[in-house]
């Protein structure tokens, strides 16, 4: 009887011991899927530069990108040059065509296209659309929307196979750069009259082999005037935390791995967490051998 409780406290007393550590975790994902999360994106409220969270989220398995237009999933981030290459499942690319409402970035997003995309509209109106009939100059001049310099693009995706069934002549092909193409990008594929898009950031090396393409879109991300990474954040992400902002002021915190906020990095919840961690485990054997020595003692 003695020896039933003594266990059953003994087990609690251990449990006591490392069930914290289980149940508080980090409230900032350090991932979404297998894709590593860092300054400015985060996995939630909180987490990450504000002025993001809008736009990125994780569904538990990607990183997504949220515009008016739709929602992207984010394929890679190159951390380093501050680009993201997102997907559109509605696009077309040299293996297959789908119909599409077109992409749009919202004016306000931190996001604007890298230089090196290249959008050709598939499938256009010649006779009715905007974009070989456009007034919008700012003295109703006609303003070019397709670049004469892309017609080999052109006729390089109009020979991928599932686009030459279709059988269209190639003057139906636009490769977009309208020239104000500032932040508030949009590619109403509806209003401007052609059925789908393919777009690409890179030829890959091989610019007559469009199935070799990398088809994508890629974006660059601002977070600062200067792009500099805020120092308290790397301190914070240097110790394995998470950069948050909360509150009304959005004010900074670093969100460690045992759900303790700091302001400044997660060295010192670390130590601090160590130091309750080494007393309460010589407390613990110390109650160990007393209880063991007790047990003799009785028995
Ligand atoms: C810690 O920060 C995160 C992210 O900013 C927040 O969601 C969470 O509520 C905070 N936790 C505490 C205990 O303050
Ligand atoms: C329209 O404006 C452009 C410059 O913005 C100028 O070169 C062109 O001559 C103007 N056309 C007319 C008809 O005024």
């Not at 007034?135 to 390089?156: H, M, R, W």
């Not at 977009?176 to 109403?188: H, K, R, S, V």
């Not at 052609?194 to 777009?199: F, G, P, Q, R």
């Amino acid at each position: 009887m003695k020896f039933r409780s003594s266990s059953a406290s003994l087990i609690s007393f251990i449990s006591f011991i490392f069930l914290p550590s289980l149940i508080s975790s980090q409230a900032c994902k350090k991932s979404c899927g297998n894709q590593l999360i860092r300054y400015p994106f985060g996995s939630g409220p909180g987490c990450g530069d504000p002025r993001f969270q809008q736009y990125v989220t994780c569904d538990q398995q990607n990183l997504i990108l949220n515009t008016h237009s739709g929602c992207y999933t984010i394929d890679n981030i190159d951390y380093n040059n501050h680009v993201i290459y997102i997907q559109d499942p509605s696009m077309s690319t040299c293996s297959s065509t789908h119909p599409s409402q077109g992409f749009s970035l919202d004016w306000d997003a931190p996001f604007a296209f890298l230089e090196d995309n290249v959008f050709a509209l598939l499938d256009c109106a010649t006779a009715s659309s905007p974009l070989y009939n456009s007034q919008s100059g700012l003295n109703n001049s006609i303003v070019p929307l397709c670049d004469n310099e892309g017609a080999p693009i052109c006729s390089s995706l109009y020979s991928c196979p599932t686009i030459s069934r279709l059988n269209l002549p190639i003057s139906t092909c636009c490769v977009y750069t309208p020239i104000d193409l500032g932040p508030a990008f949009e590619m109403n594929l509806q209003r401007l009259q052609c059925t789908s898009y393919a777009s690409f950031y890179s030829f890959n090396g091989r610019e007559s082999n469009p199935g070799s393409w990398k088809y994508g879109i890629a974006l660059k991300y601002r977070f600062n005037v200067k792009n500099d990474f805020p120092s308290a954040c790397s301190d914070c992400e240097n110790s394995h935390g998470v950069c948050g902002y909360t509150g009304s002021y959005n004010s900074f915190v670093c969100n460690c791995f045992d759900g303790l906020n700091t302001t400044t990095d997660c060295y010192f919840t670390a130590s601090m967490n160590n130091n309750v961690r080494v007393l309460l485990w010589k407390f613990g054997t110390w109650m160990i051998s007393s209880l063991a020595c007790f047990l003799i003692w009785a028995l």
